[in-house]
């Protein structure tokens, strides 16, 4: 009977989709926790295991980004707030992806680069470069992108001799999401109309280039050659004030936005992906209600629906976490979900 040593895994970021991650990889005995970078000041020399609420690990929280680099490790589940959030592109994602590929880390970021291509080749390259130097691997992954807005399409489309259009929407509550970073500063909610539309800009050109590498990569596997990536989105008023766990909604206020991305083939949509956000969903009658559909226009058409995800932000970390394994194993360069089994891994399975 052979030995696997357990991979080790650092953690960079500790937020909503981080702390699920975290203990992921605390509760799984194939996983060894080797770090944890965090940004809050008060986290900084927790112990991590005291940080999820799970027994002492010994591994103490840092925000020395230059401790973490030095760290030996199989894998970095890098899952920060995106660069956009603080008003600047992708570059400052791209140095630190870059600098923990190059130390001869893994990596696996929900920042997007599930198909960086869409940043053009000078990004390309750097990033195969950092990926050459360290021997190692980059994935972009999550929920959406990284599975509902890309492996389940492609994994249906196997099913249709002809595609005529693909549809993707989600449709998420953020009343019980705990974070008025992500709540109010980025996504825009409690926010006046005028107040609105100047602290959107940053999560608008994020939206634009992680949907537009999501609709590329399904386009790009299936053969067809996008003119360009369309995008729009909207926003409803609240008509009463009501309060969700980042704060209060008052009437006036922005409770619910709508965005749409369409990669156009001659003035025609080929894949559509919608995305509905809404304070409280049973405030917002409007557009659909809160789950994911799934619609494949061709020979034969296929629609799918899931009603239900009851902790979408942990599908997202998990979905991550069962994917290290195969990045760790996988040849050094950027790999996007073409390039890895459609199911990665899995999560610990607890009978009854």
């Given at each position: 009977?052979?030995?696997?040593?357990?991979?080790?895994?650092?953690?960079?970021?500790?937020?909503?989709?981080?702390?699920?991650?975290?203990?992921?990889?605390?509760?799984?005995?194939?996983?060894?926790?080797?770090?944890?970078?965090?940004?809050?000041?008060?986290?900084?020399?927790?112990?991590?295991?005291?940080?999820?609420?799970?027994?002492?690990?010994?591994?103490?929280?840092?925000?020395?980004?230059?401790?973490?680099?030095?760290?030996?490790?199989?894998?970095?589940?890098?899952?920060?707030?995106?660069?956009?959030?603080?008003?600047?592109?992708?570059?400052?994602?791209?140095?630190?992806?870059?600098?923990?590929?190059?130390?001869?880390?893994?990596?696996?970021?929900?920042?997007?680069?599930?198909?960086?291509?869409?940043?053009?080749l000078a990004v390309v390259d750097r990033l195969q470069d950092a990926c050459a130097t360290g021997g190692t691997s980059l994935h972009g992954t999550g929920i959406n992108p990284g599975f509902i807005s890309d492996i389940l399409p492609l994994a249906l489309s196997g099913l249709s001799s002809r595609l005529d259009h693909?549809?993707?929407?989600?449709?998420?509550?953020?009343?019980?999401?705990?974070?008025?970073?992500?709540?109010?500063?980025?996504?825009?909610?409690?926010?006046?109309?005028?107040?609105?539309?100047?602290?959107?800009?940053?999560?608008?050109?994020?939206?634009?280039?992680?949907?537009?590498?999501?609709?590329?990569?399904?386009?790009?596997?299936?053969?067809?050659?996008?003119?360009?990536?369309?995008?729009?989105?909207?926003?409803?008023?609240?008509?009463?004030?009501?309060?969700?766990?980042?704060?209060?909604?008052?009437?006036?206020?922005?409770?619910?936005?709508?965005?749409?991305?369409?990669?156009?083939?001659?003035?025609?949509?080929?894949?559509?992906?919608?995305?509905?956000?809404?304070?409280?969903?049973?405030?917002?009658?409007?557009?659909?209600?809160?789950?994911?559909?799934?619609?494949?226009?061709?020979?034969?058409?296929?629609?799918?629906?899931?009603?239900?995800?009851?902790?979408?932000?942990?599908?997202?970390?998990?979905?991550?976490?069962?994917?290290?394994?195969?990045?760790?194993?996988?040849?050094?360069?950027?790999?996007?979900?073409?390039?890895?089994?459609?199911?990665?891994?899995?999560?610990?399975?607890?009978?009854?």
């Amino acid at each position: 009977m052979t030995f696997t040593p357990p991979l080790r895994v650092v953690q960079w970021a500790t937020g909503a989709v981080g702390g699920y991650a975290l203990r992921g990889i605390l509760s799984r005995p194939e996983f060894e926790l080797a770090g944890v970078l965090v940004y809050d000041p008060d986290k900084v020399g927790l112990d991590a295991g005291t940080l999820v609420g799970l027994p002492p690990t010994e591994v103490v929280c840092t925000d020395d980004v230059d401790e973490i680099i030095a760290t030996p490790a199989d894998c970095v589940l890098h899952m920060p707030l995106p660069a956009s959030y603080y008003g600047g592109d992708n570059s400052t994602d791209v140095e630190t992806i870059c600098a923990l590929l190059a130390s001869g880390k893994n990596v696996i970021t929900t920042t997007g680069f599930v198909y960086p291509w869409m940043y053009g080749l000078a990004v390309v390259d750097r990033l195969q470069d950092a990926c050459a130097t360290g021997g190692t691997s980059l994935h972009g992954t999550g929920i959406n992108p990284g599975f509902i807005s890309d492996i389940l399409p492609l994994a249906l489309s196997g099913l249709s001799s002809r595609l005529d259009h693909i549809f993707v929407r989600e449709s998420s509550d953020y009343r019980g999401h705990p974070s008025r970073q992500i709540v109010a500063d980025l996504i825009g909610f409690t926010r006046t109309p005028k107040d609105y539309a100047t602290a959107i800009r940053p999560f608008r050109a994020f939206q634009r280039s992680l949907f537009a590498e999501s609709v590329q990569l399904v386009s790009s596997a299936l053969g067809v050659a996008l003119d360009e990536i369309e995008e729009s989105d909207e926003f409803e008023l609240a008509t009463e004030e009501f309060e969700i766990a980042a704060g209060v909604v008052r009437p006036g206020t922005v409770c619910a936005s709508r965005w749409t991305f369409a990669g156009l083939v001659r003035g025609r949509p080929f894949m559509t992906v919608e995305c509905i956000y809404k304070a409280d969903s049973s405030k917002v009658d409007r557009w659909a209600a809160p789950g994911f559909a799934i619609h494949l226009e061709g020979q034969p058409s296929i629609s799918v629906a899931i009603d239900e995800m009851s902790h979408g932000l942990a599908g997202a970390a998990a979905h991550a976490v069962n994917s290290i394994a195969a990045v760790v194993s996988a040849p050094p360069g950027i790999r996007t979900a073409l390039d890895l089994p459609l199911a990665t891994g899995r999560g610990t399975v607890k009978l009854a």
